[in-house]
């Protein structure tokens, strides 16, 4: 199987527009109103919001439709990766907001 068969879901424009849904808020969020995304005892965990950030970016890497061309690369902004990033900064916001 060639690799152009195993990303051909990813380059579809639905997975791109939910690449960037799921990112802009993010950042938004993270950039408008940063005390949003502290624990129960009011600070922030540097470690998590370093991953949220990392899903972000490959949200919009994927969602601008940019395709790097170094497997390193490929591998750092892979969508699954992002989503799942992203995933979790929508768990520790909604644990940090008290909606869980």
């Keep these: 199987m060639t690799t152009d068969v195993l990303n051909a879901p990813f380059r579809h424009a639905l997975g791109r527009a939910l690449s960037l849904l799921l990112a802009i808020p993010l950042s938004l969020v993270l950039m408008i109103h940063p005390a949003s995304m502290l624990d129960a005892s009011g600070h922030?965990?540097?470690g998590l919001l370093m991953l949220i950030m990392w899903g972000v970016a490959g949200g919009y890497v994927h969602g601008v439709g940019f395709e790097p061309r170094a497997l390193a690369w490929r591998v750092a902004?892979?969508?699954?990766?992002?989503?799942?990033?992203m995933g979790l900064g929508v768990a520790v916001l909604a644990q940090a907001r008290q909606w869980v």
Excluded: T
């Design 77 to 85: 902004f892979h969508p699954l990766l992002a989503w799942g990033l």
């Design 44 to 46: 922030y965990s540097h």
